[in-house]
Structure formats: C-alpha cells, structure tokens
C-alpha cells in the first residue's frame, strides 16, 4: 500500500466474513462498484473459528450415535472415535486456516480486497491501514456497510482475564483435547463445545449461571441436552456463579460464590458476544465505539443516509445465515437507492429483515439437536399474543422408530389461536436439523392450519410428526 493512497467506490465494506461477502456481491451484481476490507482471513469467524470447524468436530460422533442405534449397522461399529482423523477433517474444513480460496471467489465475483484495518473519518471515508503503516483513504459513493462483527464476551470475573482462558476460537481450533476442560457459559458454544470436547476425550464441566442450559430456547431444549451431557460424562452445573479464577500451576480453578472449587488445564469462556466496533472510527461519526450499531429494518444506521450496520455487528441475530439474510436485504436496499429508486419498508419487502423478529431460524448441533424457528411460547406470551402450546413425543413417529432405535426426542409448536397459524416451532431429537426448513416456510408464509393439513408428510418418515402436532392441535 502506498502512503496517502485515494479510491473511491459505490460501496465500502468493512469486514469480509459472510456478511460483508454477501453485502459485497449483491451490490457488484447490481451493478455498483465495491471494496471490501479485511484485517484478518476472508471469510471471518464462520469459515474458521465458528460454524465450519465446530461442525466438523461434532459430526463424527453424531454419525456414531446413529449407527450405534441401528442394531446390525451398530456391529460394524468395533472401535472408538478417531481423534487425530476427526481434527484432521476439522482442519481441512478450515482450509488449514488458509483464506486463497475465498480471495479468488472475491476475486471471480468482481469485488476488490484491501487487507488491514477499515476506520471510519467522518461522512462517506474510511482510512484502512496495513500491517506496516500503510494507508489508504476510500470515498464511498453511496454506502459504507460495517460488517465487523461480534467477538467473545469475558466476564468481569476476578482473575479470569489473567488464567489466559480459551474463548471460541481457541475452543473451535485446538489441536489436541485437554484432559479437563472447563466451560463458562451454557448457551450455544458452551453446549456445543461441551459435547464435542467430552467425546473426543476431555472431562468436561459446564458452569452455567442460570437455571437452565440454552437459556434462549423452549425450557425442553436445555434439558434434554443437560441430561444427555451428564449421560456422556459431563459435569453440568446450574446456577453456577463464578466469582474467581486463578491458575495453580498449569491447572485453571474456578471459585463459585458458595466457595466450590473447579479445576481444569483449560477454561472456556463462552457467555456471549460483544460488538467489534472499538476500531472502525465510530466516534468520527457521532457513534459510541464498542456499541452494537442501531440500525432500521433496511440495516441501516439510525439518522444516517449512507452508514449501514449488517450482521453480528448489529446485534440482532449472531447467526451467519441471518448475516447473509440481513446482506441481501441491505445489498437490495442499496441498489435501489443508488439508482433512486424507491425502498419500500413494508414488512417481508425485498429490502428489509422482517425474519429477524419472527422467524429466526437456528439449529443447537448438539445431541441431541436443537432445531428451532420463530417464537418461543415465553416470547408469544411476552409479546401478548393469543396462543396455545402443543407438544408432541417424536419417539412415537414410524420414521423415528425405524431411525434410531429408542428415539427420543419432543416437538413443540407455538399457534397463533386467533390467526390459525404458526408463531413458532421447535424441534429437539437426533437429526432434527433437517426438519427446521419445513417449519420456516410455515412460520414465514404464515400458512394457515387448515392448509397445514393437507401437506401430507411422507411416511415413514420423522415428517410425519407434523400430522401428529395438528391432530394434537385440533383434538
Ligand atoms: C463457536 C461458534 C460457532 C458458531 N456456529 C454457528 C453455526 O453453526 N451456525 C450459524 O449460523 N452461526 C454460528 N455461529 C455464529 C456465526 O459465526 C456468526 O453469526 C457469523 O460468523 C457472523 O458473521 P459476520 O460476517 O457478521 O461477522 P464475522 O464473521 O465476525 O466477520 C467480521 C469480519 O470483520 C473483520 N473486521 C473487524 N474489524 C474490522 C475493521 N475495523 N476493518 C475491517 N474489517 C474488520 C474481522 O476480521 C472479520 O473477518 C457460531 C459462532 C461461534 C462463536
Ligand atoms: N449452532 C449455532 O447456530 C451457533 C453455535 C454457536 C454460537 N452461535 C451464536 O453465537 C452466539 C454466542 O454464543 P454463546 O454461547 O457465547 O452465547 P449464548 O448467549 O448462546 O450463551 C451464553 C450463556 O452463558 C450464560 N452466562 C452468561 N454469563 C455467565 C456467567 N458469568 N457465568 C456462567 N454463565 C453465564 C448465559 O446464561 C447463557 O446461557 C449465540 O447466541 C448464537 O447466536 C450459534
């Protein structure tokens, strides 16, 4: 990079994770110019310190679990879980943590890259700096999109800072299991990691704060995970209040409020996220750095014309598919108003994030899995709305029988009993993952159940506990 360099382009991204990628590519493909910036690997957390290698981490010992409940496919299973192969996997789903192949996509789909750090300097510019000093001075045409994400929360715990503790990216790329491990936080990564790191060979304790695991979800969820950790071996603990942390050699203890003590060779935190906007300039526009961006429902940032806030960085939904969700909305949004054309705000318009609010998808990869969309029975109640509960055992489906045998698993819907629709569903159960998408079109589409009745599943198939939650429904 040349000192004092100066380009402008329709479109500045800062933060080439799925999010600005997505942002990036919808307004190439509508025909404006853009740039994206990124200090680190093209393709952020998702790609190499979240999603791709935590998968990869878990999938071995679900397809195990499955083939150890079939019996005659269970006899060909005669050994344990390869670790070193299953680190392998999880390295090569990380590209060994090597970004090429995403800078050639950036490369193929016409959008350019500047690596270092992008900081806003007032209206319209961003200042990106290199490793070696470096800078460059973009002018944005039309829009400055911040997507830079959301980075682990640490707690103010005494201590805790100086034991160097793992937070999700050490968790995601470790290359061997700790012997104990120690997880603060029983939320998506803490159960997630928990179940992974148990079955490839650490003593793994969960110290959640609350009452429950999966705070977020269906009370059913957290428990049929809890009680499915503890069968694995782990040590879960509820109402954990951590208050100190300190290392004793090469071990990490942990001291709750009531005194207990918990030892480990590695403790990670994972109690949440907090907003990556330290860095990128906020103040030279009027904005609190450190913050979530606040931003309307075409993701852009409250009072300004030009300034959106897409993905984690907003706060909304930490997940990478509603990341690439919010960036289409945005990218469309963009498009439109750079060629002056009209945004129309209405909810489920091409330009804004309406499933944001009500029919977030997300799927918990523990086993068992989590599979849920829209609302929860407490945020129906929450928000006032007439509904009723129906829960239903997917133990008792054919398909599920023939699945796994002693399935176990329960479906919930949450019904709008004065639209006859769907507000929420969830589904916890071995391979549930694959059931959610026919419980977003529901929820999105707001199909009513009269209609829901005569999509027939297929039997015999675990599908057919759609039936079995309107029978319930109707009576
Ligand atoms: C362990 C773990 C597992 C997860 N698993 C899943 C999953 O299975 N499914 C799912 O949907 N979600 C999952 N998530 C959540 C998902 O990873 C995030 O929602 C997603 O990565 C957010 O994408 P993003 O592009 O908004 O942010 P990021 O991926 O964080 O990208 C932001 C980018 O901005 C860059 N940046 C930061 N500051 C600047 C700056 N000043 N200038 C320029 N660039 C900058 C960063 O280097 C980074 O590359 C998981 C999260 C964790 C922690
Ligand atoms: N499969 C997926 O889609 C997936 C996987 C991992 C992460 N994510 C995303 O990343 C986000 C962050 O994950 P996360 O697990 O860090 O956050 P989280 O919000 O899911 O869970 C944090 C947990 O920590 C607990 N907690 C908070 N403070 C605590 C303390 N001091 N001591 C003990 N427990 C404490 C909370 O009660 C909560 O259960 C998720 O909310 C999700 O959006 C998604």
Known sequence: MSDAAERTYDVVVLGAGSTGENVADIVVRGGLSAVVVEPELVGGECSYWACMPSKALLRGTEVLAEARAVPGAAAAVTGEQDVAATLARRDSFTSNWDDASQVEWLDSAGIDLLRGTGRLDG????????DEGGTVRLTARHAVAVCTGSMAAVPPIDG???????????????KEAPARLLVLGGGYVGC??????QALGSQVTVLQRGERLLPALEPQAGKAVGSALRDAGVDVRLGAEVSAARRDGTEVVLTTADGAEFRGDEVLVAIGRKARTSEIGAETVGLEPGEYLSVDSTLRVAGMSWLYGVGDVNGRRQLTHMGKYQARQAGAAIVARARGEEVDTAAWSPFVDTADAVATPSVVFTSPQVASVGRTAAQAEEAGLPHRVVEYPIGSIAGAALFADGYTGTAIAVVDTEREVLLGVTFVGPAVAELLHAATIAVVGE?????????????????????????????
């Open 123 to 130: 209206e319209r510019t961003v200042v990106v700096t290199d």
């Open 192 to 197: 997630e990691m928990a179940t992974a790191w």
């Open 447 to 475: 199909v009513p159940i009269g209609r829901l009745w005569h999509a027939v599943p297929a039997y015999p198939t675990i599908s057919e506990i759609w039936l079995r939650l309107l029978e319930t429904y109707r009576g």
């Open 160 to 174: 805790l800072a100086d034991v160097d503790p793992w937070g999700p990216r050490e968790a995601t790329s470790a």
